[in-house]
């Protein structure tokens, strides 16, 4: 009897377990799937409809109703893309670093980080934004057979039919009286003649206090720098913090972070006032993230 009232508590109590775990794990798939589709959707709202959005259903001015609709290949290609980027799968062609006026060129007294050739992503970004390119010449056009490769457009018939776009530079190249780019950060307190070998911060208010200490670690095999912002969850690497890319100073000797255009923007992240911000510039938060000021 006894022994009866116990199994029949005990049946009672897996079965109530196997419920709550099945409702339990209903709930997880449920709410996980919902994440799931959340993330999605904004990670897909974020470029579609925006500035960089080229198809005739964007938000950029050139926008012309015979351009493809896809989206990506403005900037990125599957396959045959520049081998000479330094942004993912790139579909423009490069310009000639020798051809901009950076900013050490201008009036600054006051500047002491190195400044770099126009590089890294900055150069991807001016792939576009020098004006010098219209935006429907591309190194691989969408469709089949390899015919695009080597520059077709992307509106059937005429080359350059979107233009190009309000210069950063004047259409000139003067990059003089833009934020200073490939710019050793915090001048140069992070630099090291070995890569570092794990994580860390770098001791930013040693050589520069005017700067936020920068933080270091090695992500697959690469060192990667970033300045932690106050949006985002942890001290890892985000999207939302400022991100530094890694470059070459003294003529090859040391190896560091540099500011670039992707360091404040994103480009897939539209919205907003102003489009592509890594975070708010509401109260200078862009600005604050990297200067103590
Ligand atoms: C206006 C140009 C532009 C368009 C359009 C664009 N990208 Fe990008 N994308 C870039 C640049 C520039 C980088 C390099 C960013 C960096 O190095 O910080 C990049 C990096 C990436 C990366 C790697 C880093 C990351 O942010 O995840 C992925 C993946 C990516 N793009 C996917 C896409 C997809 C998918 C689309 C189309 C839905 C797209 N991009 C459209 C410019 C663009
Ligand atoms: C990712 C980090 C970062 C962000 C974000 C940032 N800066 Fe800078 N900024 C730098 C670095 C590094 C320098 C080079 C300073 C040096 O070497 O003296 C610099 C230089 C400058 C200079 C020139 C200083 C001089 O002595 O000539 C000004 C002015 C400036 N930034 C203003 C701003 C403003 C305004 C914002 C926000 C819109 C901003 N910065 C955002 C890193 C940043
Ligand atoms: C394929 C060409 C292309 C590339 C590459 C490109 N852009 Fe753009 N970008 C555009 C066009 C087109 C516009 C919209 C211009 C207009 O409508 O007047 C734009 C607009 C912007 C704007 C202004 C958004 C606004 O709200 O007004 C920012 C900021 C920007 N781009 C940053 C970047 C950065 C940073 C990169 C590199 C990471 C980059 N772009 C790469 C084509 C490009
Ligand atoms: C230090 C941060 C920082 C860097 C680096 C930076 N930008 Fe910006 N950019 C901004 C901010 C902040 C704005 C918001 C509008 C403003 O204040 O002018 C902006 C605006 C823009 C705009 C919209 C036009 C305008 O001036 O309002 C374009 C296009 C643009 N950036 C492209 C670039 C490109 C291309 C690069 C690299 C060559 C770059 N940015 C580097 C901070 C930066």
């Known amino acids: 009897m006894n022994n009866c009232l116990i199994n029949k508590t005990f049946i009672n109590q897996i079965l109530g377990r196997v419920i709550m775990n099945r409702l339990l794990t209903r709930f997880t798939i449920i709410a996980g799937l919902a994440g799931a589709l959340a993330f999605s959707t904004s ?15 964007g938000n950029s001015q050139v926008s012309n109703p015979t351009a493809t609709n896809e989206i990506c290949v403005y900037c990125h290609t599957p396959h045959a893309a520049s081998t000479a980027a330094a942004a993912p799968l790139w579909n423009k062609t490069l310009a000639d670093p020798a051809g901009f006026d950076t900013y050490d060129n201008g009036n600054s007294s006051t500047i002491d980080g190195e400044v770099l050739a126009v590089g890294s992503v900055s150069l991807a970004c001016l792939s576009c934004h020098d004006g010098s390119q219209a935006m429907d010449v591309v190194i691989n056009a969408p469709g089949s057979g390899l015919a695009g490769v080597g520059g077709t457009d992307l509106n059937t018939g005429s080359t350059g039919l979107m233009g190009g776009i ?41 050589v520069d206090p005017d700067f936020a200490t920068a933080n270091f670690d090695v992500i697959n095999g690469a060192a990667a720098y970033w300045v932690n912002s106050t949006a985002g969850a942890g001290t890892n690497r985000e999207k939302v913090d400022m991100i530094l890319y890694t470059r070459s100073f003294s003529g090859g000797a040391l190896t560091g972070p540099s500011v670039e255009c992707g360091s404040c923007h994103d480009p897939h992240e539209g919205g907003g006032t102003v489009s592509f911000m890594r975070i708010s510039n509401e109260q200078s938060n862009v600005c604050l993230t990297c200067h103590t000021k």
């Open 43 to 57: 990670a897909t709202a974020a470029i579609t409809g925006s500035e960089h959005d080229l198809t005739p259903t």
């Open 166 to 206: 309000a210069a950063i530079g004047g259409g000139t190249g003067d990059l003089t009286n833009d934020h200073p780019i490939g710019i050793e950060y915090a001048a140069g307190a992070c630099n090291t003649a070995t890569a570092p070998t794990g994580a860390g911060t770098c001791a930013a208010t040693a």
